[in-house]
Each structure stands twice: as structure tokens, then as C-alpha cells.
């Protein structure tokens, strides 16, 4: 059974570029949730999508949105990046049904901004 | 206040010695699970062992075993038999009921160095 997929693992960007990311769940599950970790704030949720649908969201500005496919592949986009937006990126996959289970991540993608 | 919190920054223990990692949290729900992850220095984030709050019996998985108290609002991680390629970051986090069920809150992390 194939894990999470994140691509690409590497990204350099520019200040005031925007870039896309890219997230494959666990084939099954439904509900894909996007954390920041940075060595100052830790892990950070930004957003969750079930069934295509925003189901949650952290406390971060508009800059960051996501979307996700009828095929739960997510995308997570940020635009007029910032030198503080420079982190590691995680999704965690999970069957998102209405119970308390386990999430599994990839291995993220590592984004600096310079 | 804190959700999640790890009051261990760091730890060191000789290879097949066990190890305990704290973990303590808050909540006012009935319905919560707790969660401990491994992240080595390739960044992702590997799952360990779960425990939910309505287990009875303290979770398991191979070396890994969850030391569960719930009127102390503990949940420690303990590692039997430390094997050299346990030296990561770990992480401890819960998932609430009334938080959204998928939404994860992390505590900072311990760092465990193992020895040979």
C-alpha cells in the first residue's frame, strides 16, 4: 500500500513568488491536513480538506489556500511569499471519517525563500 | 495554556537501555486520541502508536509502548531496548472531538540522542 506522496521535496523561491504544493493520500482516505513546521513556532496546522471541501482551517493569513481533487490529491498554494514562510510543509493523510484515527504524513517539502 | 507539552528538550540513553518520554495535556473533551510520532533528520514524520480515550489497556506496538494515565493527563511514550537508529525528534499529539476530528495539536518535541 503506497504512503503519502509529497512533491517535489525541494523548493527555492524568490520573495513575491507564489508557489504550489502537491499532496497524494493514502489511497482510501478522504481527508488531508496541512501543517508548517518551523524551528521557532513548531508545528503549525493550516488547513484540512474532506471530500473537496475546506473542513478546517488554522490561524494563518490568506496568502496560503489549498484545494483538493475529487481524487483527494490536495494542492496547497502561497502567494507573495515571505521570507518567514520558509519551512518544512506536511500533510498527513487519514480516513477523515468521523472518528478519531491515526494521520499519516509524508516526507514534506522543504520550502526556502530567499 | 499549552495543549500538548513535552518537558524533556532532550534525552540521551545507552543503546538497549529503555527510555521513557513525558508527554502531559489538556483537554475538556470526553473524546480525544493521543499520538506519538518520530521525525529523524530527513523530516518526515512517522507514526508510532496511538491511544485513544477510551482505551482500557495501555497501547503497544512492537518496542513502543504508550503509558497511558488519564486522571494525570499523561501519556508517556516508552522505547524498550534503544536501538541507534531511534536517535530522532519526537513528537507527542492529540486529536480532539470538539477541535475538528482531523486537526492535530503537537507538543515542541523531545530530542532523543541514543549512545553505543
Known amino acids: 500500500k503506497a504512503g503519502v506522496t509529497q512533491t517535489p521535496r525541494y523548493l527555492i523561491k524568490t520573495r513575491g513568488q507564489q508557489v504550489t504544493l502537491s499532496c497524494s493520500p493514502i489511497s482510501g482516505h478522504r481527508s488531508v491536513s496541512w501543517y508548517q513546521q518551523t524551528p521557532g513556532q513548531g508545528l503549525q496546522f493550516l488547513f484540512e480538506?474532506?471530500?473537496?471541501?475546506?473542513?478546517n482551517k488554522g490561524n494563518f493569513p490568506g496568502r496560503f489556500s489549498g484545494r483538493q481533487f475529487s481524487n483527494s490529491r490536495s494542492e496547497m498554494n502561497v502567494s507573495t511569499l515571505e521570507l518567514g514562510d520558509s519551512a518544512l510543509y506536511l500533510c498527513?493523510?487519514?480516513?477523515?471519517?468521523?472518528?478519531?484515527?491515526?494521520?499519516?504524513f509524508g516526507q514534506g517539502t522543504r520550502l526556502t525563500v530567499v | 495554556a499549552q495543549k500538548i507539552t513535552q518537558t524533556q528538550p532532550g534525552m540521551f540513553v545507552q543503546e538497549k537501555e529503555a527510555v521513557t518520554l513525558d508527554c502531559t495535556y489538556d483537554t475538556s473533551d470526553q473524546s480525544y486520541g493521543l499520538f506519538w510520532y518520530k521525525q529523524p533528520s530527513s523530516g518526515e514524520m512517522i507514526f508510532l502508536i496511538y491511544?485513544?480515550?477510551?482505551?482500557?489497556q495501555n497501547a503497544t506496538e512492537g518496542r513502543y509502548s504508550l503509558n497511558f494515565q488519564k486522571a494525570r493527563k499523561s501519556a508517556n511514550l516508552v522505547i524498550s531496548a534503544s536501538q541507534l537508529g531511534d536517535s530522532a525528534m519526537y513528537f507527542c499529539?492529540?486529536?480532539?472531538?470538539?477541535?475538528?476530528?482531523?486537526?492535530?495539536?503537537f507538543g515542541k518535541g523531545t530530542m532523543l540522542l541514543v549512545s553505543p
Open positions: 498527513a493523510s487519514s480516513l477523515g471519517d468521523r472518528a478519531i484515527t491515526e494521520a499519516f
Open positions: 499529539a492529540m486529536r480532539e472531538v470538539n477541535s475538528g476530528y482531523s486537526t492535530l495539536t
Open positions: 491511544q485513544g480515550s477510551y482505551d482500557e
Open positions: 480538506y474532506f471530500s473537496e471541501t475546506q473542513r
